[in-house]
């Protein structure tokens, strides 16, 4: 049996150190700690590391605290659109979705798209045409409300700004998600999922659901969720530099991963972080940020959720 492991985040754009309370920083280490047990127990299970990525997200988007399924942002319309995708390093298969609405997992129908289709991108209607043919039920707007959220939005919804749950804010319910994982079997997978950016109006979509940008998972190489101001992490193709740098460069996963986030992104000055796993079951997580909300576990014994550098 080989080494398994997962890796786990709710976003770079924590609360900044000095607004967060004891009892907020429990709820979301709480929060982490149950969707990193799901995808565990997937692993030690011996199940796939695609399931254990989906599983993890899935618990994450379930939470109103990170900015993904249930804790989604408002967009300018005052709706919420949500982008996700997932990727096998086995099979390079790979599924994404992007401004659907209503739906409770994204990560899942990402996962439909990838499993019981053809292509690897959906996107708006079509997106949520297709979640209709597979028949899954629509949460009414309610499910998604957020009083925080919604003042977050209120803030800034008659004005051209847009807002990136990235640091220095006051309100602390930011977030993008994700998880990677390499499992007994060393075959690696990587999921990620976000409601975007308050206030986002045009159909704007970031890296996450982007394959190569916000998400990319090979076994040749690495498996990598990121987080971040998704348009610098769409022109970095960040993910798949991770991967690159690996593959062409012989770098390490942690070297690699260090070189984008805290040399390659800053030097465009984009800010967020990013976790990633190898086919050993190591894991990486840097960020540039103040924090990054992030938890990981080995099959070697090794448990860490932290916030904060
Ligand atoms: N990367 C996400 C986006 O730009 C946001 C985030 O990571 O918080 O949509």
């Not at 996962?111 to 997106?127: I, N």
């Not at 498996?223 to 993910?239: M, P, Q």
């Not at 991770?242 to 800010?271: F, P, T, W, Y």
């Not at 014994?301 to 916030?307: F, P, R, Y």
């Given at each position: ?30 929060a ?14 011996g ?10 997200v899935k ?9 993904a ?36 997992n ?12 053809y ?18 039920d ?28 990235h ?45 190569g ?63 990633a ?33």
């Amino acid at each position: 049996m080989k080494n398994f492991s997962i890796a786990i985040h709710g976003g770079a754009g924590t609360l900044v150190k000095g607004l967060m309370t004891q009892e907020l920083e429990l709820q979301y280490k709480e929060a982490l700690q149950v969707a990193l047990n799901k995808g565990y127990t997937v692993l030690n299970d011996g199940g796939n590391a695609i399931d254990a990525v989906e599983i993890a997200v899935k618990s994450l988007e379930d939470s109103p605290l990170f900015n993904a399924g249930k804790g989604s942002v408002f967009t300018a319309e005052g709706t919420h659109e949500m982008d996700a995708s997932i990727m096998e390093g086995k099979t390079l298969n790979a599924g994404a979705v992007s401004l659907v609405t209503g739906i409770k997992n994204p990560v899942s129908l990402a996962r439909d798209v990838m499993d019981k289709s053809y292509h690897v991108f959906l996107a708006g209607e079509g997106a949520m045409a297709f979640a209709k043919q597979h028949n899954y039920d629509l949460e009414e707007a309610s499910y998604f409300y957020d009083e925080v959220r919604y003042q977050q939005w209120q803030g800034i919804k008659d004005s051209e700004n847009f807002q990136l749950d990235h640091s220095v804010k006051k309100d602390g319910k930011f977030g993008t998600v994700g998880a990677v994982a390499c499992d007994q079997d060393g075959n690696i997978a990587a999921a990620t999922s976000t409601g975007g950016m308050t206030n986002k109006k045009w159909g704007r979509v970031g890296d996450s659901p982007m394959i190569g940008a916000g998400n990319y998972a090979n076994n040749k190489t690495c498996a990598v969720s990121c987080t971040g101001s998704g348009e610098f992490f769409i022109r970095g193709v960040v993910a798949y530099d991770v991967s690159c740098l690996m593959e062409h460069k012989g770098l390490s996963l942690q070297e690699a991963s260090e070189e984008v986030i805290n040399k390659r992104v800053l030097d465009i000055k984009g800010d967020g972080g990013l976790i990633a796993v190898d086919t050993e079951g190591n894991i990486a997580m840097p960020f540039n940020t103040e924090g990054m909300y992030r938890a990981c576990k080995t099959s070697k014994g090794d448990e860490l959720i932290a916030i904060y550098k």
